[in-house]
């Protein structure tokens, strides 16, 4: 099993930047060839999709609601991956997760429920 760890989060004005970090421990050959993805949830929301990124990184997809502002990315060898976020906004307040998904050497993907693995989540606020 790999646990999964977020950090980076915090509080932050609107227009500004953060890098979340998602560090992987245990199974850590698991985390290289597995999709990886980040989520978020606001206070009396359920959890959304935010991005995704391929075992190899060749592939990303995200959200539109953070579409261009919004670049995953992941460091294989250090079993780390990232979420920078640019030109943040107050509607991007939430608990940040990061999440291995079930399909081995695939693409990933959005839906939750292909997501076996979580880390606890790192609260970002962003203040107007």
């Known amino acids: 099993q790999v646990q999964l760890e977020e950090s980076g989060g915090g509080l932050v004005q609107a227009g500004g930047s953060l890098r979340l970090s998602c560090a992987a421990s245990g199974r850590t050959y698991s985390y290289n060839i597995y999709p990886m993805g980040w989520f978020r949830q606001a206070p009396g929301k359920e959890r959304e999709f935010v991005a995704s990124i391929a075992w190899d990184g060749s592939t990303t997809d995200y959200s539109d609601s953070v579409k261009g502002r919004f670049t995953i990315s992941r460091d294989n060898p250090n079993h780390i991956l990232y979420l920078r976020m640019n030109n943040l906004k107050v509607e991007d307040t939430a608990v940040y997760l990061c999440?291995?998904?079930?399909?081995?050497?695939?693409?990933?993907?959005?839906?939750?429920?292909?997501?076996?693995?979580w880390g606890q989540g790192t609260q970002v606020t962003v203040s107007s």
């Open positions: 999440a291995q998904h079930r399909q081995m050497y695939g693409l990933g993907s959005s839906p939750l429920y292909e997501y076996e693995y």
